[in-house]
């Protein structure tokens, strides 16, 4: 599948055009749009003026999000859309996901992953995939996350379709900056909008990842194997109020969309979604992102708070406030806290001010208590790091088509607990969803923990360093 690209720099509009192969094919179908991801429900709007040469000819099923390619014997094929980039006037952003799961083509910036723009097909008739920017506007900045060494954008790059999924984001613009870094020998790209309405220096804010988060979770991890890394940060193009930032990781890469001064919020966003490199992409359950999300989220969101720790971006009051009062406090308080695991997915996008959090926190607060088991049952020599490298290295170990599975994360555990004990508890506290009870457990003598209106609440003991505490 080739695909040659145009955006004027101006319009809203982006110009696709493909070609690629159907071998001894009556049809080839394509899917456009993933309502799932981002709870995009009307996404096969942003696809217009579908055609396609003759005698071939187009169908579109507009419900299944399919478009079907009768090709009548042609054997050249190329189909043609656009891609309408714009958020309509009357319907301003209000949360950064309106945003952040469309494409954004707007007069100076253009933020595009491969879901908002590229065809899915449905057979295995195309193994490889290119991208070429065919007219674009000449001394825009640009970016791209397959070669991102690769600074032209009228150069081809390509991937192979099965790669393909997490694999493309292009940002190009007048208004966009591009730095290189190098974190342990790793290139690191930084990609922001330069000037927003909330007078961020996007670029500046980003300098203490590179510096010290970056260093801190590939050394938490033992890994420095990859080709590159890159974070997208820009503002929000159309929103009407003040919104903090939400993102999403794909491929060595993380994209974040903001609305507001970037702070406190904002770096534990960066944080969490450069953290996924590992869990919830490297390293997942499963093949359906939403079954474990405890551990996908939660487990993700513990190694982000202690890398954020590790690396001096959290001081001690803002560890121990993003635990109590962002955790443990909203968890415990939740109406909603003891529901199945199974209920989440079903609820995520359609009630996602009461389910989106809940197994962030509620894996974050496991993963707290099973570090503390590790460290209390082996006297300190192991931690809740160890386990994960464990796992990390049985995800190594198996290839590609094989899949880590919760049976695998209690398999590394029983190195450092029983294992019984660890199979209930993922069955009661991860599944079932029964809250743990603090009144209860151990923790290291470094964290206190007292229980008010059954709220528990983690504070450090008298000479006890977090430095200390989180260290590799
Ligand atoms: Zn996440």
């Not at 389910?355 to 570090?371: Q, S």
Request: some cysteine; hydrophobic content about 35%.
């Amino acid at each position: 599948m080739d695909y040659v690209l145009k955006w004027d720099g101006q319009s809203s509009v982006l110009r696709v055009e493909l070609t690629y192969s159907a071998h001894q094919k009556d049809s080839t179908v394509f899917i456009f749009g993933d309502p799932n991801w981002g709870g995009q429900a009307d996404i096969f709007k942003v696809i217009r003026n579908i055609t396609s040469s003759e005698p071939e000819v187009v169908r579109v099923d507009e419900v299944n999000r399919q478009i079907s390619v009768y090709h009548n014997g042609a054997n050249k094929h190329t189909i043609s859309y656009e891609i309408d980039g714009s958020l309509p006037p009357d319907l301003p952003t209000r949360a950064s996901q309106t945003e952040l799961f469309r494409p954004v083509i707007s007069e100076g910036v253009l933020t595009l992953v491969n879901k908002q723009f590229a065809l899915t097909v449905t057979d295995k008739s195309n193994p490889l995939v290119s991208f070429r920017w065919h007219s674009y506007p000449k001394n825009f900045s640009y970016f791209n996350s397959i070669d991102p060494s690769q600074k032209s954008p009228s150069e081809k790059l390509s991937v192979y379709y099965e790669d393909l999924s997490n694999a493309v984001c292009f940002v190009m613009g007048n208004n966009i900056s591009v730095m290189e870094y190098s974190v342990l020998g790793v290139p690191y790209f930084s990609v922001t909008t330069k000037e927003d309405r909330y007078g961020n220096d996007l670029q500046g804010s980003l300098i203490p990842f590179f510096k010290s988060y970056f260093p801190s979770i590939h050394r938490f991890w033992n890994d420095t194997d990859f080709p590159f890394y890159f974070l997208s940060v820009t503002a929000l193009q159309n929103n009407q109020t003040e919104i903090g930032a939400g993102g999403f990781g794909i491929n060595n890469g993380f994209i974040m969309k903001l609305g507001r001064k970037f702070g406190t919020w904002e770096i534990y966003v960066t944080a969490h979604e450069t953290a996924h490199t590992w869990i919830g992409i490297k390293i997942m359950f499963g093949t359906d992102s939403f079954d474990h999300q405890w551990f996908g989220e939660g487990f993700n969101d513990y190694t982000a708070l202690i890398n954020l720790a590790n690396s001096k971006l959290y001081d001690e009051e803002e560890f121990l406030n993003y635990l109590n009062e962002d955790n443990f406090k909203q968890h415990y308080q939740s109406e909603i806290k003891g529901v199945h695991n199974d209920s989440i997915a079903a609820k995520y996008w359609t009630d996602y001010a009461t389910y989106g959090k809940l197994p962030y926190r509620r894996g974050l607060i496991y993963a707290f208590y099973l570090d503390n088991q590790i460290r209390v049952v082996s006297n300190g020599k192991f931690t809740l790091r160890n386990m994960l490298l464990d796992l990390y290295a049985i995800r190594k170990e198996k290839n590609n088509n094989e899949i880590l599975s919760v049976d695998d994360f209690i398999t590394v555990g029983a190195a450092y607990l029983d294992k019984r004990e660890l199979t209930d508890q993922i069955a009661r506290y991860m599944i079932e969803g029964q809250p743990i009870d603090f009144k209860t457990v151990e923790l290291i003598p470094e964290f206190k923990v007292e229980i008010k209106n059954n709220i528990p609440k983690v504070s450090l003991s008298e000479n006890a360093n977090l430095l200390e505490i989180y260290k590799w």
